[in-house]
């Protein structure tokens, strides 16, 4: 099975707009189609802030990757997040999300971004231990805390 990743486009947004969607479904986040479209068409409109990937086959996904843009003073320059990765529940467990993890920090560090950060739910143990073999590791003195505006 491959990871490769392709870069999202607009004519991708109504499989992506249908995975985000079984994606916040399965972590109990609410909100509605329309507002996952309205999200996500200005990554694919080639917007500055970020990126989708899709990950396997452009035709037939296996899932995605959604990388914000930041600037880091203390990382020396342009940072990023990965906002979201989500695989279709028939191929985990296969070491796509451990390629992608390999792959990805590569064609972005290839790009000039400096650092890669992600959130990660305290009680997931799994995805801790996945991210932790693809070498993120907790920041010992900082929490990620967030406001909605």
């Not at 991708?12 to 329309?34: C, I, K, N, P, Y």
């Not at 479209?37 to 409109?45: C, I, T």
């Not at 985990?92 to 590569?106: F, M």
């Not at 959130?119 to 996945?130: P, S």
Request: net charge neutral; aromatic share 6%; glycine share 10%.
């Amino acid at each position: 099975m491959s990871a490769a990743l392709h870069l999202a486009r607009l004519e991708d947004l109504d499989r992506l707009t249908a995975m985000v969607g079984a994606f916040h479904a399965e972590q109990g986040l609410q909100g509605s189609e329309e507002a996952r479209r309205d999200a996500l068409q200005p990554l694919l409109d080639g917007i500055p802030h970020g990126c989708v990937y899709l990950i396997g086959p452009a035709r037939a996904p296996l899932g995605y990757v959604i990388v914000t843009f930041g600037w880091s003073v203390e990382f020396g320059g342009l940072d990023g997040f990965i906002e979201e990765i989500w695989l279709r529940p028939a191929v985990r467990g296969r070491g796509i999300a451990s390629e992608v993890l390999g792959q990805l920090p590569k064609a972005l560090a290839a790009a000039g971004m400096r650092a890669l950060h992600l959130e990660v739910d305290r009680r997931n143990e799994a995805a801790q231990r996945l991210f932790a073999r693809a070498r993120f590791a907790p920041r010992p003195d900082d929490m990620l805390m967030s406001k909605r505006l």
